[in-house]
């Protein structure tokens, strides 16, 4: 099945810097890779999302690229702020022949901090 | 705005016992899911399913089982609740699609301790 690996850990940035997280996966077939942010006591909301017929996809200060010869995408935040705190979790999906939805497959998450 | 309501936010149940979770979502959705979350390891699929009475296996079904009896409940069942199975415990639902909108939309968790 799938494997999603998700780089850092954790990260730590000040205020105004831009924080960058890595995933790759192992299922050439995935097409589907969503951006899931959960705030300390929150639930999981997804921030942005990027299939597999294009390159890069941008949504104010978040951005997300993605190699699909390499099999790794990779989230951009530019002038992070306090409430960019949080973990974010990848994920990576084949899209079902049959009507069941999909299937996402998370990495092990990032907690990233912001320094005021 | 999608409600995803988990029945219990703390748990505290005793090794052996049987341990129901349950899940409610408001928007019709087919799909709903049951993820455990551990530091680390991100979100592991138990179990989903796609549709009244049916249900398939995730990543990590060992010791779990699952019920859809109505289209809005999907209720995560420990037949015999074990201390690895202390977790954080998130369901979640989504439009069946053939389409575009994947979004999962997630409850707000249960924290299950087994002592």
């Known amino acids: 099945g799938e494997n999603v690996e998700q780089h850092p850990s954790t990260l730590s940035v000040q205020e105004g810097d831009s924080a960058v997280i890595k995933c790759t996966y192992s299922?050439?077939?995935?097409?589907?890779f969503p951006w899931y942010k959960q705030e300390l006591g929150k639930r999981p909301q997804l921030i942005i999302d990027?299939?597999?017929?294009?390159g890069e996809k941008k949504d104010q200060r978040i951005a997300v690229t993605l190699n699909k010869t390499a099999k790794h995408f990779s989230l951009h935040i530019t002038e992070t702020q306090p409430e960019d705190s949080a973990v974010y979790f990848c994920?990576?999906?084949?899209?079902?022949?049959?009507?069941?939805?999909?299937?996402?497959?998370f990495g092990g998450g990032t907690r990233v901090l912001v320094k005021p | 705005d999608v409600k995803v309501t988990q029945s219990s936010r703390y748990l505290v149940k005793r090794t052996g016992e049987k341990v129901f979770l349950e899940c409610v979502q408001d928007?019709?959705?087919?799909?709903m899911f049951w993820y455990r979350q551990d530091p680390g390891l991100g979100l592991r699929l138990i179990y989903f399913?796609?549709?009244?009475?049916?249900?398939e296996k995730g990543d990590i079904p060992e010791g779990y089982s699952v019920s859809r009896e109505k289209k809005e409940r999907f209720s995560l069942i420990l037949e015999s609740a074990s201390t690895n199975q202390t977790s954080m415990y998130l369901c979640?639902?989504?439009?069946?699609?053939?389409?575009?909108?994947?979004?999962?939309?997630f409850g707000s968790g249960t924290q299950l301790s087994v002592l």
């Open positions: 990027i299939r597999s017929n294009v």
């Open positions: 299922d050439s077939a995935s097409n589907y």
């Open positions: 928007m019709d959705h087919e799909n």
């Open positions: 399913s796609y549709d009244v009475k049916m249900k």
């Open positions: 994920a990576a999906s084949i899209k079902g022949v049959k009507a069941a939805g999909n299937k996402l497959t």
């Open positions: 979640a639902s989504s439009l069946r699609t053939g389409g575009t909108n994947e979004k999962l939309f």
